[in-house]
């Protein structure tokens, strides 16, 4: 598999880990952040990725390095207005303990302007681009995403959104080819009253009336909900045991983006999406995984349409070899 896909990653945070495996703490530095994240799984499944940040302040002379020893293709605004965020977590215990959290400060209109040309430029050169979020709302405008969507759909570009709130409101304006959002999203937007599934399918037919071709929305611990072409499906999976329950989402958008911009279809992309954030969450470290068991667990990946009883739901080469009229 491989693919070239564009990742704007805004605001990307350094994330600082205390650990201790063994008889001795241990410190992690890495770079983070949802888009980060994302291409990390992206290259992982085989794909090339041209990153398209923003780095100011300390935090983001300590971000570049890291971001580049990654693998990435790194394109960066330098930011002169403000400092990039990060966070310190303690898992000697064995959970997660955040210590600090700092979001960093919102992009000026200069800094906004310089990587919307940026990513735009890049954006149009690959068939997929994937349009990451902020790590705040408050950082970065809802209307530089329309106008992303906007743009990169007009030009025969496949856009990719794991976006809420006005963010995702502002893309669906424009239209986008794959948007991922989890339940919890959709009920603090006041787009679902609740997790039934009834409450979630309407949710999602409302999005892509309004601009995404295709949804997929996430549920935690039950099987994710996808609407292709129109119909309605579970994505069934075995379950595994979590190491660390976060990052399952990006890793399901990385891998839909991956297959995707390596031509595959998009039934095949979302299996893959689902099995990469399976195997995500069984790892310490977000958007990681290996290809080849990743490739492993995507045939035990189902896609059952919605509503069917078990003794009714078909196998998953009868759903591949399905053809559904638009």
Request: glycine share 12%.
């Amino acid at each position: 598999m491989s693919g070239h896909v564009m990742v704007f990653a805004p605001t990307p945070l350094l994330t600082v880990t205390v650990d201790q495996p063994t008889g001795q703490p241990e410190i992690h530095l890495h770079p983070g952040g949802q888009g980060v994240w994302q291409a990390r799984m992206i290259m992982s499944l085989g794909g090339e990725v041209v990153l398209c940040t923003a780095l100011g302040g300390e935090i983001g002379q300590v971000l570049e390095p890291l971001l580049v020893s990654e693998g990435v293709d790194l394109k960066v605004v330098v930011r002169d207005s403000g400092g990039s965020g990060g966070y310190v977590h303690d898992r000697r215990e064995g959970s997660r303990q955040e210590i600090v959290d700092v979001p960093g400060q919102p992009l000026s209109r200069h800094e906004l302007d310089e990587l919307y040309n940026l990513a735009l430029g890049e954006g149009l050169r690959a068939p997929v681009s994937v349009l990451s979020g902020p790590n705040d709302p408050a950082l970065v405008p809802p209307d530089l995403y329309r106008r992303f969507a906007a743009d990169l759909g007009a030009n025969g570009g496949r856009v990719v959104v794991d976006l809420s709130g006005e963010h995702l409101t502002a893309v669906l304006d424009s239209g986008v080819f794959f948007l991922k959002v989890s339940h919890e999203e959709l009920i603090r937007d006041g787009r679902a009253a609740d997790d039934d599934e009834e409450q979630l399918s309407r949710a999602m037919y409302d999005m892509h009336a309004a601009g995404a071709e295709s949804v997929v929305v996430s549920r935690a611990d039950r099987p994710a909900l996808a609407l292709v072409d129109g119909e309605l499906f579970e994505v069934e999976m075995p379950r595994l045991q979590a190491a660390d329950p976060r990052g399952a989402g990006d890793s399901m958008t990385a891998g839909v983006a991956a297959v995707v911009a390596g031509g595959g279809d998009l039934r095949t992309a979302i299996r893959t999406g689902a099995a990469a954030g399976a195997l995500n969450v069984t790892r310490h470290g977000l958007g990681t995984g290996r290809s080849d068991s990743i490739a492993g667990l995507v045939d035990r990946v189902r896609l059952v349409p919605a509503g069917t009883r078990p003794q009714e739901r078909t196998t998953p080469d009868e759903l591949a070899d399905r053809v559904i009229e638009r």
